[in-house]
Protein backbone atom coordinates (compact mmCIF):
# COMPACT_ATOMS: atom_id res chain seq x y z
CA UNK A 1 0.00 0.00 0.00
CA UNK A 2 1.35 3.47 -0.46
CA UNK A 3 2.43 6.04 1.95
CA UNK A 4 -0.64 8.20 2.80
CA UNK A 5 0.43 11.78 0.65
CA UNK A 6 -1.21 14.78 1.19
CA UNK A 7 -1.31 15.42 -2.68
CA UNK A 8 -3.45 13.76 -4.65
CA UNK A 9 -3.00 10.66 -6.20
CA UNK A 10 -3.19 10.49 -9.83
CA UNK A 11 -2.29 6.57 -10.46
CA UNK A 12 -5.91 5.82 -11.64
CA UNK A 13 -5.11 7.19 -15.07
CA UNK A 14 -2.19 4.64 -15.51
CA UNK A 15 -3.71 1.52 -13.83
CA UNK A 16 -7.72 2.38 -15.36
CA UNK A 17 -7.37 2.66 -18.92
CA UNK A 18 -11.29 3.39 -19.47
CA UNK A 19 -10.96 5.89 -16.56
CA UNK A 20 -8.34 7.84 -18.42
CA UNK A 21 -10.10 7.34 -21.07
CA UNK A 22 -13.75 9.34 -19.44
CA UNK A 23 -10.80 11.77 -17.79
CA UNK A 24 -10.03 12.85 -21.36
CA UNK A 25 -13.15 12.93 -22.36
CA UNK A 26 -14.19 15.26 -19.52
CA UNK A 27 -11.33 17.51 -19.92
CA UNK A 28 -12.21 18.32 -23.84
CA UNK A 29 -15.83 18.62 -23.02
CA UNK A 30 -15.26 21.18 -20.15
CA UNK A 31 -12.89 23.08 -22.45
CA UNK A 32 -16.00 22.84 -24.90
CA UNK A 33 -18.61 23.38 -22.64
CA UNK A 34 -16.41 26.70 -21.42
CA UNK A 35 -16.60 28.39 -24.94
CA UNK A 36 -19.77 27.87 -24.79
CA UNK A 37 -20.46 29.06 -21.67
CA UNK A 38 -18.82 33.03 -22.96
CA UNK A 39 -20.89 32.41 -26.18
CA UNK A 40 -24.26 32.15 -25.71
CA UNK A 41 -24.90 35.24 -23.19
CA UNK A 42 -22.71 37.61 -25.14
CA UNK A 43 -24.44 36.62 -28.14
CA UNK A 44 -27.95 37.00 -26.45
CA UNK A 45 -26.80 40.76 -24.72
CA UNK A 46 -25.82 41.63 -28.20
CA UNK A 47 -29.15 40.93 -29.96
CA UNK A 48 -30.92 41.96 -27.23
CA UNK A 49 -29.60 44.24 -24.98
CA UNK A 50 -31.46 42.94 -22.07
CA UNK A 51 -29.78 41.37 -19.12
CA UNK A 52 -33.46 39.49 -18.48
CA UNK A 53 -33.30 37.68 -21.33
CA UNK A 54 -29.91 36.46 -20.42
CA UNK A 55 -31.20 35.46 -17.60
CA UNK A 56 -34.03 33.62 -18.73
CA UNK A 57 -31.84 31.26 -21.37
CA UNK A 58 -30.01 30.08 -18.08
CA UNK A 59 -33.26 29.56 -16.41
CA UNK A 60 -34.59 27.60 -19.58
CA UNK A 61 -31.54 25.40 -19.77
CA UNK A 62 -31.69 24.76 -15.74
CA UNK A 63 -34.83 23.77 -16.04
CA UNK A 64 -34.27 21.40 -19.26
CA UNK A 65 -31.19 19.92 -17.15
CA UNK A 66 -33.33 19.25 -14.24
CA UNK A 67 -35.86 17.06 -16.21
CA UNK A 68 -32.88 15.94 -18.15
CA UNK A 69 -31.50 14.70 -14.68
CA UNK A 70 -34.83 12.83 -13.77
CA UNK A 71 -35.19 11.15 -16.98
CA UNK A 72 -31.45 10.09 -17.25
CA UNK A 73 -31.59 8.59 -13.39
CA UNK A 74 -34.06 6.39 -15.04
CA UNK A 75 -32.65 5.68 -18.37
CA UNK A 76 -29.17 4.78 -16.74
CA UNK A 77 -31.28 2.39 -14.15
CA UNK A 78 -32.63 0.34 -17.41
CA UNK A 79 -30.37 0.67 -20.67
CA UNK A 80 -26.42 -0.06 -20.91
CA UNK A 81 -24.65 3.41 -19.95
CA UNK A 82 -22.45 3.43 -22.64
CA UNK A 83 -24.63 3.69 -25.13
CA UNK A 84 -26.89 6.30 -23.32
CA UNK A 85 -23.45 8.32 -22.99
CA UNK A 86 -22.28 7.91 -26.23
CA UNK A 87 -26.33 8.92 -27.25
CA UNK A 88 -26.41 12.21 -25.13
CA UNK A 89 -22.87 13.68 -26.30
CA UNK A 90 -23.75 12.80 -29.96
CA UNK A 91 -26.80 14.37 -29.43
CA UNK A 92 -25.70 17.83 -27.56
CA UNK A 93 -22.91 18.07 -30.56
CA UNK A 94 -25.84 18.29 -33.02
CA UNK A 95 -27.32 20.97 -31.22
CA UNK A 96 -23.89 22.85 -31.05
CA UNK A 97 -24.12 22.49 -34.74
CA UNK A 98 -27.47 24.48 -34.60
CA UNK A 99 -25.81 27.15 -32.58
CA UNK A 100 -23.03 27.48 -34.70
CA UNK A 101 -25.19 27.65 -38.02
CA UNK A 102 -27.79 30.22 -36.55
CA UNK A 103 -24.69 32.40 -35.68
CA UNK A 104 -23.23 32.46 -39.09
CA UNK A 105 -26.74 33.54 -40.25
CA UNK A 106 -27.12 37.42 -40.93
CA UNK A 107 -30.32 37.76 -38.85
CA UNK A 108 -29.79 34.94 -35.93
CA UNK A 109 -32.81 33.65 -34.63
CA UNK A 110 -33.08 34.34 -30.18
CA UNK A 111 -35.51 31.68 -30.39
CA UNK A 112 -33.75 29.07 -32.04
CA UNK A 113 -31.05 29.84 -28.99
CA UNK A 114 -33.38 29.65 -26.55
CA UNK A 115 -34.35 26.20 -28.05
CA UNK A 116 -31.17 24.76 -28.62
CA UNK A 117 -30.53 25.70 -24.82
CA UNK A 118 -33.03 23.54 -24.05
CA UNK A 119 -31.92 20.66 -26.24
CA UNK A 120 -28.54 20.68 -24.76
CA UNK A 121 -28.91 20.88 -21.11
CA UNK A 122 -31.86 18.17 -21.40
CA UNK A 123 -29.70 15.62 -23.68
CA UNK A 124 -26.76 16.54 -21.38
CA UNK A 125 -28.12 15.25 -18.13
CA UNK A 126 -29.09 12.63 -19.66
CA UNK A 127 -24.99 11.79 -20.57
CA UNK A 128 -24.03 13.34 -17.07
CA UNK A 129 -26.11 10.63 -14.82
CA UNK A 130 -25.50 7.84 -17.14
CA UNK A 131 -21.22 8.33 -16.67
CA UNK A 132 -21.98 8.82 -12.83
CA UNK A 133 -24.02 5.99 -12.57
CA UNK A 134 -21.21 3.93 -14.75
CA UNK A 135 -18.45 5.62 -12.95
CA UNK A 136 -18.19 2.72 -9.96
CA UNK A 137 -18.04 -0.26 -12.56
CA UNK A 138 -15.22 1.75 -14.06
CA UNK A 139 -12.78 2.69 -11.22
CA UNK A 140 -14.33 0.20 -8.73
CA UNK A 141 -15.83 1.42 -5.40
CA UNK A 142 -12.58 1.26 -3.27
CA UNK A 143 -11.20 3.90 -6.03
CA UNK A 144 -14.26 6.40 -6.21
CA UNK A 145 -12.59 8.80 -3.69
CA UNK A 146 -9.64 9.23 -5.58
CA UNK A 147 -11.85 9.40 -9.20
CA UNK A 148 -13.96 12.08 -7.50
CA UNK A 149 -10.88 13.82 -6.40
CA UNK A 150 -8.95 13.83 -9.77
CA UNK A 151 -12.25 14.71 -11.70
CA UNK A 152 -13.18 17.93 -9.44
CA UNK A 153 -9.74 19.08 -9.73
CA UNK A 154 -9.83 18.89 -13.91
CA UNK A 155 -13.37 20.74 -13.73
CA UNK A 156 -12.13 23.67 -11.66
CA UNK A 157 -8.89 24.38 -13.64
CA UNK A 158 -10.71 23.38 -16.41
CA UNK A 159 -13.62 25.57 -15.37
CA UNK A 160 -11.02 28.91 -15.13
CA UNK A 161 -8.78 27.99 -18.04
CA UNK A 162 -12.14 27.65 -20.99
CA UNK A 163 -13.66 30.70 -19.99
CA UNK A 164 -10.26 32.53 -20.53
CA UNK A 165 -9.87 30.83 -23.98
CA UNK A 166 -13.49 31.50 -24.96
CA UNK A 167 -12.98 35.53 -24.16
CA UNK A 168 -9.65 35.39 -25.95
CA UNK A 169 -12.20 33.88 -29.12
CA UNK A 170 -14.82 36.21 -28.41
CA UNK A 171 -12.51 39.37 -28.94
CA UNK A 172 -10.46 37.75 -32.41
CA UNK A 173 -13.44 36.08 -34.53
CA UNK A 174 -17.04 36.35 -32.63
CA UNK A 175 -19.04 34.18 -31.34
CA UNK A 176 -18.68 31.21 -34.18
CA UNK A 177 -15.15 30.56 -33.55
CA UNK A 178 -16.47 29.59 -29.32
CA UNK A 179 -19.57 27.66 -31.26
CA UNK A 180 -17.17 25.68 -33.88
CA UNK A 181 -15.04 24.62 -31.54
CA UNK A 182 -17.60 23.12 -28.71
CA UNK A 183 -18.75 21.69 -31.54
CA UNK A 184 -15.68 20.20 -32.56
CA UNK A 185 -14.37 19.23 -28.81
CA UNK A 186 -18.17 17.71 -28.10
CA UNK A 187 -17.46 15.14 -30.98
CA UNK A 188 -13.61 14.26 -30.30
CA UNK A 189 -14.81 13.06 -26.77
CA UNK A 190 -16.53 10.59 -28.56
CA UNK A 191 -13.12 8.93 -29.81
CA UNK A 192 -12.31 7.90 -26.18
CA UNK A 193 -15.55 7.16 -25.19
CA UNK A 194 -15.78 4.50 -28.06
CA UNK A 195 -13.16 2.63 -25.94
CA UNK A 196 -15.07 2.12 -23.08
CA UNK A 197 -15.97 -1.49 -22.38
CA UNK A 198 -20.13 -2.34 -22.23
CA UNK A 199 -21.84 -0.68 -19.18
CA UNK A 200 -24.47 -2.89 -18.74
CA UNK A 201 -27.76 -1.60 -16.16
CA UNK A 202 -28.22 -4.34 -13.62
CA UNK A 203 -31.30 -6.15 -13.83
CA UNK A 204 -34.31 -5.06 -12.19
CA UNK A 205 -38.16 -5.08 -12.62
CA UNK A 206 -39.75 -2.53 -14.82
CA UNK A 207 -42.13 0.02 -13.49
CA UNK A 208 -43.33 3.08 -14.62
CA UNK A 209 -40.72 6.09 -14.95
CA UNK A 210 -42.53 7.74 -11.98
CA UNK A 211 -42.98 4.99 -9.95
CA UNK A 212 -39.44 4.56 -10.37
CA UNK A 213 -39.04 8.04 -9.13
CA UNK A 214 -41.14 7.33 -6.34
CA UNK A 215 -38.91 4.55 -5.34
CA UNK A 216 -36.30 6.97 -5.65
CA UNK A 217 -37.40 9.37 -3.27
CA UNK A 218 -38.71 6.62 -0.70
CA UNK A 219 -34.59 5.52 -1.01
CA UNK A 220 -33.64 8.86 0.55
CA UNK A 221 -36.06 9.78 2.94
CA UNK A 222 -35.48 5.98 4.59
CA UNK A 223 -31.67 6.45 4.19
CA UNK A 224 -30.27 8.64 7.06
CA UNK A 225 -26.98 8.12 4.98
CA UNK A 226 -27.61 8.81 1.72
CA UNK A 227 -30.48 11.20 2.91
CA UNK A 228 -28.38 13.43 5.08
CA UNK A 229 -25.81 13.22 2.31
CA UNK A 230 -28.00 14.75 -0.37
CA UNK A 231 -29.58 17.08 2.48
CA UNK A 232 -26.06 18.61 3.24
CA UNK A 233 -25.11 19.13 -0.30
CA UNK A 234 -28.82 21.14 -1.24
CA UNK A 235 -27.45 23.63 1.60
CA UNK A 236 -24.03 23.64 0.25
CA UNK A 237 -24.98 24.71 -3.02
CA UNK A 238 -27.30 26.98 -1.29
CA UNK A 239 -23.94 28.69 0.24
CA UNK A 240 -22.28 29.20 -3.14
CA UNK A 241 -24.99 31.68 -4.55
CA UNK A 242 -23.66 33.73 -2.53
CA UNK A 243 -21.78 34.87 -5.38
CA UNK A 244 -25.12 36.69 -6.63
CA UNK A 245 -23.87 39.78 -3.88
CA UNK A 246 -20.30 39.86 -5.43
CA UNK A 247 -21.01 43.16 -7.67
CA UNK A 248 -22.92 44.66 -4.62
CA UNK A 249 -19.87 43.85 -2.32
CA UNK A 250 -17.65 44.54 -4.97
CA UNK A 251 -18.88 48.81 -4.48
CA UNK A 252 -19.26 48.29 -0.64
CA UNK A 253 -15.51 47.38 -0.76
CA UNK A 254 -14.72 50.04 -3.81
CA UNK A 255 -12.76 47.73 -5.65
CA UNK A 256 -11.76 48.18 -9.30
CA UNK A 257 -13.00 46.51 -11.72
CA UNK A 258 -10.48 44.47 -12.73
CA UNK A 259 -10.16 42.99 -9.10
CA UNK A 260 -13.39 41.75 -9.13
CA UNK A 261 -12.52 38.89 -11.33
CA UNK A 262 -10.80 37.42 -7.79
CA UNK A 263 -14.30 37.53 -5.91
CA UNK A 264 -15.42 35.00 -8.66
CA UNK A 265 -12.17 32.49 -9.00
CA UNK A 266 -11.83 32.44 -5.29
CA UNK A 267 -14.05 29.48 -4.61
CA UNK A 268 -13.45 26.90 -7.90
CA UNK A 269 -9.56 27.58 -7.20
CA UNK A 270 -10.39 27.03 -3.02
CA UNK A 271 -12.10 23.72 -4.98
CA UNK A 272 -8.98 22.88 -6.81
CA UNK A 273 -7.10 23.11 -3.79
CA UNK A 274 -8.59 20.75 -1.70
CA UNK A 275 -9.10 18.14 -4.46
CA UNK A 276 -5.30 18.43 -5.09
CA UNK A 277 -4.63 18.00 -1.02
CA UNK A 278 -6.86 15.30 -0.75
CA UNK A 279 -4.62 12.19 -0.89
CA UNK A 280 -5.41 11.52 3.03
CA UNK A 281 -8.94 11.81 2.69
CA UNK A 282 -9.85 8.50 1.14
CA UNK A 283 -8.21 6.73 4.35
CA UNK A 284 -10.68 8.58 6.69
CA UNK A 285 -12.23 5.92 8.30
CA UNK A 286 -15.40 8.40 9.41
CA UNK A 287 -16.31 10.17 6.70
CA UNK A 288 -20.19 11.41 7.26
CA UNK A 289 -18.09 13.40 10.36
CA UNK A 290 -15.64 14.83 7.60
CA UNK A 291 -18.62 15.74 5.59
CA UNK A 292 -20.46 17.44 8.28
CA UNK A 293 -17.35 19.29 10.06
CA UNK A 294 -16.09 20.86 6.91
CA UNK A 295 -20.17 22.36 5.87
CA UNK A 296 -20.35 23.69 8.77
CA UNK A 297 -17.28 25.14 8.79
CA UNK A 298 -17.64 26.23 4.93
CA UNK A 299 -21.32 27.75 5.99
CA UNK A 300 -19.13 29.67 8.83
CA UNK A 301 -16.64 30.85 6.19
CA UNK A 302 -19.66 32.06 3.98
CA UNK A 303 -21.29 34.28 6.89
CA UNK A 304 -17.99 35.77 7.62
CA UNK A 305 -16.81 36.84 4.25
CA UNK A 306 -18.47 40.11 3.66
CA UNK A 307 -17.74 40.89 7.10
CA UNK A 308 -14.16 41.54 6.25
CA UNK A 309 -12.94 45.26 6.43
CA UNK A 310 -10.52 44.28 3.05
CA UNK A 311 -11.53 42.87 0.25
CA UNK A 312 -8.75 40.84 0.12
CA UNK A 313 -9.49 38.87 3.40
CA UNK A 314 -12.63 38.55 1.46
CA UNK A 315 -11.39 36.38 -1.18
CA UNK A 316 -9.93 34.40 1.33
CA UNK A 317 -12.57 33.55 3.06
CA UNK A 318 -14.60 32.54 -0.40
CA UNK A 319 -11.21 30.39 -0.85
CA UNK A 320 -11.46 28.70 2.53
CA UNK A 321 -15.40 28.25 1.46
CA UNK A 322 -14.39 26.51 -1.68
CA UNK A 323 -11.73 24.35 0.03
CA UNK A 324 -14.06 22.94 2.79
CA UNK A 325 -17.24 22.68 0.50
CA UNK A 326 -14.54 20.84 -2.15
CA UNK A 327 -13.79 18.68 0.50
CA UNK A 328 -17.02 17.89 1.68
CA UNK A 329 -18.40 17.05 -1.54
CA UNK A 330 -15.60 14.36 -2.29
CA UNK A 331 -16.92 12.71 0.50
CA UNK A 332 -20.25 13.59 -0.78
CA UNK A 333 -19.44 11.47 -4.17
CA UNK A 334 -18.00 9.09 -2.45
CA UNK A 335 -20.96 8.12 0.05
CA UNK A 336 -23.19 8.42 -2.88
CA UNK A 337 -21.79 5.89 -5.04
CA UNK A 338 -21.03 3.84 -2.22
CA UNK A 339 -23.74 3.45 -0.20
CA UNK A 340 -26.23 3.52 -3.13
CA UNK A 341 -27.82 0.13 -4.54
CA UNK A 342 -26.58 -0.86 -8.14
CA UNK A 343 -30.06 -0.59 -9.41
CA UNK A 344 -30.62 2.67 -8.11
CA UNK A 345 -27.56 4.19 -9.07
CA UNK A 346 -28.86 6.16 -12.28
CA UNK A 347 -31.76 7.81 -10.32
CA UNK A 348 -29.76 8.81 -7.12
CA UNK A 349 -26.99 10.47 -9.12
CA UNK A 350 -29.89 12.14 -10.69
CA UNK A 351 -31.58 13.65 -7.65
CA UNK A 352 -27.90 14.21 -5.88
CA UNK A 353 -27.46 16.74 -9.06
CA UNK A 354 -30.32 18.07 -9.64
CA UNK A 355 -30.14 19.77 -5.94
CA UNK A 356 -26.86 21.54 -7.83
CA UNK A 357 -29.37 23.23 -9.60
CA UNK A 358 -32.36 23.84 -7.38
CA UNK A 359 -30.33 24.67 -4.68
CA UNK A 360 -28.41 27.21 -6.35
CA UNK A 361 -31.83 28.53 -7.55
CA UNK A 362 -33.27 28.65 -4.06
CA UNK A 363 -30.47 30.34 -2.82
CA UNK A 364 -30.16 33.15 -5.20
CA UNK A 365 -33.94 33.63 -4.65
CA UNK A 366 -34.10 33.74 -1.24
CA UNK A 367 -30.83 36.31 -1.05
CA UNK A 368 -32.67 38.46 -3.82
CA UNK A 369 -35.37 38.57 -1.22
CA UNK A 370 -33.17 39.49 1.70
CA UNK A 371 -31.99 42.01 -0.24
CA UNK A 372 -35.37 44.01 -0.18
CA UNK A 373 -34.41 44.71 3.54
CA UNK A 374 -31.36 44.05 4.56
CA UNK A 375 -28.19 45.46 2.76
CA UNK A 376 -25.63 43.28 0.78
CA UNK A 377 -23.27 42.45 3.47
CA UNK A 378 -25.76 41.49 6.07
CA UNK A 379 -27.40 39.56 3.70
CA UNK A 380 -24.45 37.34 3.08
CA UNK A 381 -23.47 37.39 6.36
CA UNK A 382 -27.34 36.26 7.61
CA UNK A 383 -27.65 33.65 5.08
CA UNK A 384 -24.26 31.97 6.10
CA UNK A 385 -24.31 32.17 9.42
CA UNK A 386 -28.22 30.56 9.23
CA UNK A 387 -26.74 27.72 7.15
CA UNK A 388 -24.57 27.45 9.67
CA UNK A 389 -26.85 26.70 12.79
CA UNK A 390 -28.68 24.37 10.30
CA UNK A 391 -25.65 22.64 9.97
CA UNK A 392 -24.66 22.00 13.25
CA UNK A 393 -28.22 20.88 13.53
CA UNK A 394 -28.27 18.15 11.32
CA UNK A 395 -24.92 17.37 12.74
CA UNK A 396 -26.77 16.57 15.87
CA UNK A 397 -29.92 15.25 13.59
CA UNK A 398 -28.31 12.78 11.79
CA UNK A 399 -26.60 9.98 14.41
CA UNK A 400 -26.22 7.68 11.51
CA UNK A 401 -24.53 9.67 9.20
CA UNK A 402 -22.25 11.43 12.36
CA UNK A 403 -21.61 7.58 13.11
CA UNK A 404 -20.85 6.23 9.82
CA UNK A 405 -17.47 4.20 10.35
CA UNK A 406 -15.54 2.40 7.36
CA UNK A 407 -12.30 0.49 6.61
CA UNK A 408 -10.15 2.78 4.21
CA UNK A 409 -9.25 0.98 0.84
CA UNK A 410 -6.04 -0.59 -0.16
CA UNK A 411 -4.68 2.03 -2.97
CA UNK A 412 -2.63 0.71 -5.88
CA UNK A 413 0.96 1.34 -6.41
CA UNK A 414 0.89 4.84 -8.69
Known sequence: MNRHSLLLNLSLLKTHPAYRAVFLARFISILALGLLGVAVPVQIQTLTGSPFQVGLSVTLTGGAMFIGLMTGGVLADRHERKKLILLARSTCGVGFIGLWINAMLPDPSLVVIYLLGLWDGFFGAIGVTALLAATPAIVGRENLMQAGAITMLTVRLGSVISPLIGGLLLASGGVTWNYALATLGTFITLLPLLTLPKLPAPQMQREHPLKALASAFRFLLASPVVGGVALIGALLTMASAVRVLYPALANHWQMASGEIGALYAAVPLGAAAGALTSGRLAHSTQPGRVMLFTSVLAFVAVGIFSLMPFWGLGVVCLALF???????????????????????????????????????????????????????VSSASVSGMALAVAGVALTLLLSELRRLRQPPPQLVKP
Open 322 to 376: GYLSGISSLVQYTLIQTQTPDHMLGRINGLWTAQNVTGDAIGAALLGGMGVALSP
